[in-house]
């Protein structure tokens, strides 16, 4: 089923920016506007210019649309360059956002567009304001309770892969999708780059990332190939179950630290 908004890059949103609730507002944003700018010029070329012309052009200007803007937000909204693994990942967004546009969106909807990307901004916004509550007592970095449930692994990759799971069970509910194409391959491998389940302290550091890595991809895929004979709810189908079962990947792998 076709989906209207990029679910992919707005997973990966929820995983990666959704520590604190500005950072969630402002990526949340970035992503709805570029894809909506994105669908509007590809739509404009199409039937204007060749179709491998227009794919290239699109390509070639989303991504520096995409790098800009995030460039420009991290300097004047966060008041620094961005590090080599947060342009890494910006740009995986713009990848993903590319993705939707060029791939999985032959008609434009834009009332489902927004609708559904509305809904997905609101859902990273309440994972980003449970994760920064819950870790510190803090919403948009202002402290407000101190309980002894709080704990800084709320901010762990785990616990927002979890979140991400869930929320996107959820809106796959609400929108009525079922059995969607997104895989969650795309979302995952670029966080097991950034962030690895483990390392090995007393091994050279690129072979212990690459076994780390290595071994997660084997692990998700193993569970990946056994999801497709189990009966599962519609909702949790592809992507939500995928996000879930990385998310406990992380916390077995975690153990081994």
């Known amino acids: 089923m076709k989906m209207n908004y990029p679910i992919e890059a707005f997973a990966l949103a929820m995983i990666m920016f959704s520590s604190n609730i ?35 052009s699109v390509i070639i200007l989303i991504l520096a649309i995409d790098y800009s803007v995030f460039r420009l937000v991290s300097l004047f909204v966060f008041g620094s360059s961005p590090d080599l693994q947060t342009t890494f990942l910006q740009i995986v967004i713009g990848g993903l956002i590319l993705k939707h546009i060029l791939l999985e969106n032959k008609t434009v909807d834009y009332d489902r567009l927004l609708y559904e990307g509305a809904g997905a901004y609101a859902s990273l916004f309440i994972i980003s304001l449970l994760r ?56 995952v ?41 189990s009966r599962l709810s519609k909702e949790w189908k592809r992507l939500p179950i995928e996000l879930l079962s990385t998310s406990f990947i992380y916390m077995i792998l975690a153990s081994f630290q």
């Open 189 to 229: 491998l670029p966080v097991l780059i950034v962030s690895r389940p483990f390392t090995f302290i007393e091994m050279n550091e690129i072979l212990s990332s690459i076994i780390g890595i290595a071994v997660a991809i084997f692990c998700f895929l193993s569970i990946r190939q056994t999801l497709v004979f």
């Open 132 to 187: 920064e509550f819950l870790s510190n007592g803090a919403m948009n970095g202002v402290e407000i309770a101190n309980f002894g449930f709080m704990a800084r692994n709320f901010q762990s990759v785990a616990i927002a892969l979890l979140f991400a799971a869930i929320a996107f069970a959820i809106l796959n509910r609400i929108y009525h999708y079922e059995n969607t194409k997104p895989e969650g391959i795309f979302v």
């Open 22 to 56: 500005q950072d969630a507002l402002i990526y949340g944003i970035i992503i709805l506007f570029i894809t909506t700018l994105g669908l509007l010029i590809n739509e404009c070329l199409e039937g204007v210019i060749p179709k491998w012309s227009r794919v290239l």
